[in-house]
């Protein structure tokens, strides 16, 4: 999860609580997209499932992040999350790669039932 907005983590902490305790889902938090790129960079890289970015972000934005995820790791998906959520930027996020666009403030039943999803294409 890639947001700068500190309360960010916490929202996604509280709505995400039973299923990271019942180790369902794990989160890695950076508040840049730099950030982002050195934790899917580093040698002890987790097993990433999903990448959820926010778009605007000062530095390196959830765009430019997109475009960096996809040209390093082409079949990691990308979900976007924007409180701009426009079809314009849908379009854009959607050509550069974005398998979703969520829209701020987030329905967390929604993100879930995607993120189950995207679970279940893994595994299969």
Do not use: C
Request: hydrophobic share 45%; charged share 30%; no cysteine.
């Amino acid at each position: 999860m890639v947001d700068d907005e500190p309360d960010a983590e916490l929202l996604f902490r509280q709505n995400f609580r039973r299923e990271m305790r019942k180790q369902k889902y794990d989160f890695l938090f950076a508040q840049s997209g730099e950030k982002a790129l050195e934790l899917l960079d580093g040698a002890e890289q987790p097993e990433v499932l999903v990448v959820l970015s926010d778009i605007n972000m000062p530095g390196m934005g959830g765009m430019e992040l997109l475009d960096e995820v996809k040209k390093r790791w082409p079949h990691l998906p990308v979900i976007m999350i924007t409180a701009y959520g426009d079809i314009g930027t849908e379009a854009k996020a959607k050509e550069k790669g974005a398998d979703q666009l969520v829209p701020k403030p987030v329905d967390f039943p929604q993100l879930k039932a995607a993120l189950a999803s995207m679970a279940l294409e893994a595994a299969s």
